[in-house]
């Protein structure tokens, strides 16, 4: 039987009523909630037919675990959504040649969160951590994503170095973000099947990722900041690559 998902805020289950209304089990709203948010909520559920049931703000501070802040007074029982669970069956599915997020030691729920947003933005196939050192798919992850968690899948691999071996033998062109890499980023061709690999703001990437990577790409820094958090690097290198793509078609 699979898990089911608590799902806190409302980007993260108005996105779940809109485009999977048939995998909530029910949504719990602050009664007190008055506003246009709250109001919009409501007639949605109705529409497509989901159980809303309006309750005590205690209620939903405990059934959030006490975080009742950030749970801007809506939570929702879900299953979830059925994604591509592995490779193959991105792989399989895949219209164009794939385009791969690869985190290595994201450990903050926040950012994983923040990671998927941007996946989803610029049509990552999928996001990808190891199993260890990775923030899991949380209610918290779920949230910041605003929705994305919905439509991107987050494959956690029990080896990193071995599934990097697995795109490489599909085409992939393996390509680390790192302050030392060898290449400004837009120097770099990424207009073909690329996974974008980065590591945790502060450490950068394993010694063993770095080494399975085909080459060392850096964003190049204007002003006097040194890194960017993962999720804006995140950001900026599936625009850089979605850019080359929008050219080579043209």
Known sequence: MSQRQVLHGFHAVVSRVRHHAESIQAIYLDKDRRDKRARDLIQLAEARGVRLVLSEGARL????GGHMGNTQGVIAFAEPVKLALNLAEVFDTATEPPLFL?????????????????????AAHAVIAPKDRSAGLTAVAIKASSGAADHVPYLTVTNLARSLREM???????????????????????SGATALVLGAEGEGLRRLTREHCDVLVKIPMQGQVESLNVSVSAGVCLYEARRQRAVVGQ
Do not use: Q, W, Y
């Open 102 to 122: 690869v985190l290595d030691g994201v450990t903050d729920p926040h950012n994983l969160g923040a990671c998927l947003r941007s996946a989803d933005a610029f």
């Open 168 to 190: 490489k033998e599909h085409g992939i062109l393996i390509v680390g973000a790192d302050a030392e890499g060898t290449l400004d980023l837009n120097e770099a061709d990424l």
């Open 61 to 64: 501070s405990e059934m959030a």
